[in-house]
């Protein structure tokens, strides 16, 4: 999809709403940052987080999370906390080897607490899923898949997912 015809269309259906804009990418000066920055500027009332800021180590597959403890000390829970409220949550994440970073892999597979417990954090919330790259839109089938677990485990509707060319954008 062309950036221009995303935003039009992205736009008004987050205008009203507190939404947050997670930009998923390790790198700093990357076109994820950039395409939240036009987010953010079309829709000044939304709020941003960087992952790359949030300190989340990866799944140890320890099932602990199923008794509510999860021994990991890392700032997973104030990424959620991050969410919590919010009315609409979009990621911006690249493509990284059909796809989503390590980073916003271990924030979905950290999850696990809520799939097993049935307890979803986030209420009345809607869900966008936006990923670039320089290769195609069939990128998108996979990490889609991934996003949309995370989305349903949260308690979020997903609503649609945009695949925008890295060229879009840098």
């Known amino acids: 999809m062309k950036l ?3 935003l039009k269309e992205i736009s008004p259906r987050i205008s009203k709403k507190n939404a947050l804009a997670v930009n998923a990418s390790p790198r700093k000066n990357g076109n994820c940052r950039k395409l939240v ?4 500027a079309a ?3 939304i709020s941003t987080i960087h992952l790359d800021a949030f300190r989340i180590l990866p799944c140890e597959g320890c099932l602990n999370c199923i008794s509510g403890s999860c021994p990991s000390n890392d ?4 990424f959620i906390n991050q969410m919590k409220g919010k009315e609409a949550v979009i990621i911006v994440s690249p493509v990284f080897f059909c796809g989503v970073p390590a980073q916003l892999k271990a924030a979905i597979d950290r999850c696990q607490f809520y799939w097993s ?22 990128d998108l089938i996979c990490c889609e898949k991934t996003v949309k677990a995370f989305f349903a485990t949260l308690g979020v509707k997903h609503i649609k997912s945009y695949y925008i060319p890295k060229n879009e954008i840098s």
């Open 75 to 78: 700032d997973f829970t104030k």
């Open 43 to 45: 829709n000044p009332k």
């Open 117 to 138: 417990s049935k307890i979803k954090p986030l209420k009345n919330c809607e869900g966008y899923f936006v990923l670039t790259g320089e290769r195609s839109e069939r």
């Open 37 to 40: 920055s036009l987010i953010n």
């Open 4 to 6: 221009k015809e995303f």
